[in-house]
């Protein structure tokens, strides 16, 4: 079952980055964006713990713009946590809102997805995110930015040495800067 999921994984991976490349010889509504993130864990959180669940992220997302304010696109990435350690690999649908159309802007950005993990004993779940950022022009069609939000990921492990597993979540704080061409 492992290795089916991380072939569909592969498969959704190659989809997308041919997306992208097709999208990139197009004029027009495509984009690009890189996220490079921190995830500070939510839970646990007590003097002598701090930042349980803790992790770090690296998206790409791969979408068009609607309109002038509003975008939607598909996300791959990797997210990496400690305590537990887990590596997941999330694809997700993005939904971005920016207030103004102008340079710069204040937006608000949903996803909501299923990260695949390949770590033995661990099954991957849903996973989602809500926050809000600064967008910020840069070059004649580039821009980065600035956001904060909320990350919601749910994962199951089986039992070691004993039949049955379980389920968990970690929730975190997602901290990230990005880039969009």
């Not at 713009?65 to 509003?70: I, W």
């Not at 971005?96 to 993990?117: C, H």
């Given at each position: ?53 803790r992790g ?29 350690t887990i ?95």
């Amino acid at each position: 079952m492992k290795s089916l999921k991380f072939e569909l994984f592969l498969f959704i991976i190659l989809s997308v980055f041919s997306t992208s490349v097709i999208g990139q010889n197009r004029k027009g509504n495509y984009f690009n964006k890189i996220k490079i993130g921190f995830l500070p864990g939510l839970d646990n959180q007590d003097v002598s713990a701090f930042n349980k669940q803790r992790g770090t992220e690296l998206s790409f997302i791969n979408g068009i713009y609607l309109g002038p304010q509003t975008a939607v696109g598909i996300g791959i990435g990797s997210a990496a946590y400690i305590d537990p350690t887990i590596s997941m690999y999330p694809v997700y649908a993005d939904f971005e809102y920016y207030f103004r159309n102008k340079k710069n802007t204040p937006f608000v950005y949903s996803k909501l997805g299923y990260a695949f993990t390949i770590t033995e004993n661990i099954n991957g779940g849903m996973m989602g995110g809500v926050g809000a950022g600064w967008r910020f022009k840069s070059g004649k069609n580039g821009y980065w930015g600035l956001e904060t939000g909320y990350r919601h990921q749910q994962y199951g492990y089986d039992f070691v040495n004993a039949p049955g597993g379980s389920t968990d979540r970690i929730r975190s704080l997602s901290i990230a800067v990005n880039f969009s061409f």
